[in-house]
């Protein structure tokens, strides 16, 4: 057995009957590292000491029969915008090349505490801002199915990791689609999660009420398994709740599948609508009924989410000042230290949408824009609240269009912004939200988008597991 073929659970069941070890498994997983990256450049930085030492750990407790935890043994990649403790953390930007994360992230002590392998830090868009991994400061990141094509972003690194089971799970995080859209480009499975459920201390901060951390894997089961791992309160993030108690159960012949008119307009690539209506034609086949829903407001929902975005970046960003993190330049007075130290630290779309934010939020310009945009998320919001009255569900796609070429969007910035346009609304309602492989076009895989009331990760779970039977 290898890693590509197994679920968390296989795998720990190899453990526990010795077929292999923890240590050898990722070892395995090192060596497949060691033969795709050099093609992938799926990481920025490899952590291999820190993945045997747990697995290390692993095997004693097998040899001491101890029960296994709910991660134990388990390679897992990590974007490099979440600390990891006494390991690089850049967020993909030169601001960052050196920084030594001073602790861990809320959700790495927890993938720690439950006996996970971390193998190393995933490459991504600088700071998370971008769509491709081509705004990495470092090199983009290669789609593992054709090598002339982005695999999505920003999280677009630990999508690729797990697609080409260089690990075999990744945390990702997610503010307007970063986890939705790479899994989608790679063909596997990526949860974003109810704003609130994840912690995001010791996560770098794009656009704060946006980002949430979440899970990309092979199947539903095993992004659940690392779900249910990593969500919770915590004291250091105060939007951060506890797990509502009540699970809704439901089978496929109650399901009421919604179908939003607005995911389905014109600019949707004809292949793309077909796979994902094919998809949604087999619950239908299955026994769910299929209703169709509107949201109107979606028309503004990217404009609203890069309003909103870049001003919680200019701000979030502000604390990059060449003293305090990473990168310092010398200058002659200190006005002059910010200017070249931000000068030399970020990349181009960065100094772009700190340059957009700033304009957004200042005096003259904040009432029409900001305000404005954050109206359009009141909105959305009744929008998807009376949708959910006649639908257990929302399903459309990931992505308008399929995995491109390395540069097809690089030059119009608006491009770029435009294949966000079915992922960025359910950031700005917090609803949380999952990427399903759906078929191919050709060996492109897309991706089919299920949306659900909050807190109700469990049902996405669910639809998952059922679209895999079927
Ligand atoms: N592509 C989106 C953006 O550039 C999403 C980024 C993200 O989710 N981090 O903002």
Redesign the pocket.
Known sequence: MTIAELSIEKAQEGLLSKEFSALEFLEEALRIVEEKEPNLHAFLTLTPELAKEAAKVTDEKIAKGQKLLALSGIPCSVKDAILVQGVRCTAASRMLENYIAPYDAFVTKKIKEAGVSIMGKTN??EF????STENSSFGPTTNPVDPKRVPG???GGSAVSVASSESMISLG???????R?PASFCGIVGLKPTYGAVSRAGIIS??SS??QVGSLAKSARDAEILFQVIQGKDPKDATSISPPTTRKKMNMKELRIGIPKEYFAKGLDTDVKKVVEGAIQKFEQAGASLVEVELPSVEYALAA??VI?TSEASSNLARYDGVRYGLHQEASNLLGEYLDSRGAGFGK?VKRRIMLGTYALSAGYYDAYYVKAQKVRSLLKQDFERAFLKADVLMGPTSPVLPFRFGERTKDPLA??L??IY??PV?LVGLPAISLPAGTVGNLPVGLQVISPAFSEDLLFSVGKMLEKL
């Open positions: 991504m868009d998370g801002m971008g769509a972003g920003s999280s995080e997610d503010t307007g689609g970063s986890i859209q794009l656009a946006l980002d989410y890069y975005n779309e770029m912004y294949i966000d992922t960025v950031n």
